[in-house]
C-alpha cells in the first residue's frame, strides 16, 4: 500500500496522559499536514511540514501539542496531559509542493491518511 | 464569515438516481481551488474532483461533476447513477493561491444515504 498510513488507528486514554501519533505520508510527497476533526465537524488544519521543517501551526494547536517530522519523512504528533476535549480524530495527509508561479492551480490535492481516533476517557 | 458552507447535513437519494450536494464559498483571491472528498465510516478522506477558478469548464470524473458557478461562489458536488457504496459524508474544501502552504478549508460536510 502506498497510501498515507497512520498509527495507531484508536487509542484510548486516561485524562493527564500522553499519546503520540505517527504518520508515514506518500513517499514522494514532501509536504505533509496533520488536521484535526471532531464529530460533526469537517477537518481543521493544526500544523504542516515541508521536507523537515514546521512552517505553519494552527491556533488550534496548544503548547499541549507538538509535531515533528526529524528527517523528512514520516510525521509524529504528541499530545501531553491529555483532555477530554482532545477527544477527535487525528488527520494526517501529505502532498507535493508546487512549484514556481502559476495561473490557477495545478489541482495539487492532498492526499489522507485513515485518520487516527483518540478517546479521552 | 466561513471559507465553506455546505447546508445540508443529510440527503438522501435513491439508487441509480442523481444527487446534488451544495457548496458555497468566500474567498477575496482570484486563484483559488476548489475540492470534493468522500469520508466514509472508516474516516478515510478520499479524494473525487477539483475544480480550479480558472478553470473554462465544470470538471468531471467519471460518475462525479462539479456544477461551478463562479459568480455565485458556488461548487456543487454532482453525483450520477447513485450507488449504495455512495454513502459517506462529503466534505468540499477549498484552498487559496495565496494560501498555498497550507490549508485546505473544509465546509462541516453533507451526509448522504443511498437508498436501495
Known amino acids: 500500500d502506498t497510501g498515507v498510513s497512520q498509527d495507531p488507528r484508536h487509542k484510548i486514554t486516561k485524562r493527564g496522559q500522553n499519546v503520540t501519533f505517527r504518520c508515514d505520508p506518500i513517499s514522494e510527497h514532501n509536504r505533509l499536514y496533520w488536521y484535526r476533526q471532531t464529530l460533526g465537524q469537517g477537518p481543521e488544519f493544526l500544523t504542516y511540514f515541508q521536507n523537515e521543517a514546521q512552517l505553519e501551526k494552527s491556533r488550534l494547536l496548544s503548547d499541549r501539542f507538538s509535531a515533528e517530522r526529524p528527517k523528512g519523512s514520516f510525521s509524529t504528533l504528541e499530545i501531553q496531559r491529555t483532555e477530554q476535549g482532545d477527544s477527535a480524530m487525528y488527520l494526517c495527509?501529505?502532498?507535493?509542493?508546487?512549484?514556481?508561479?502559476?495561473?490557477?492551480?495545478?489541482?495539487?490535492?492532498?492526499?489522507f491518511g485513515e485518520g487516527s481516533w483518540l478517546t479521552v476517557v | 464569515a466561513q471559507k465553506i458552507t455546505q447546508t445540508q447535513p443529510g440527503m438522501f437519494v435513491q439508487e441509480k438516481e442523481a444527487v446534488t450536494l451544495d457548496c458555497t464559498y468566500d474567498t477575496s483571491d482570484p486563484s483559488y481551488g476548489l475540492f470534493w472528498y468522500k469520508q466514509p465510516s472508516s474516516g478515510e478522506m478520499i479524494f473525487l474532483i477539483y475544480q480550479g477558478s480558472y478553470d473554462q469548464q465544470n470538471a468531471t470524473e467519471g460518475r462525479y461533476s462539479l456544477n461551478f458557478q463562479k459568480a455565485r461562489k458556488s461548487a456543487n458536488l454532482v453525483i450520477s447513477a447513485s450507488q449504495l457504496g455512495d454513502s459517506a459524508m462529503y466534505f468540499c474544501?477549498?484552498?487559496?493561491?495565496?494560501?498555498?502552504?497550507?490549508?485546505?478549508?473544509f465546509g462541516t460536510g453533507t451526509s448522504l444515504t443511498v437508498i436501495p
Open positions: 474544501a477549498m484552498r487559496e493561491l495565496a494560501n498555498t502552504g497550507n490549508q485546505f478549508y
Open positions: 495527509a501529505s502532498s507535493f509542493r508546487e512549484t514556481g508561479n502559476q495561473r490557477g492551480f495545478s489541482g495539487n490535492t492532498i492526499y
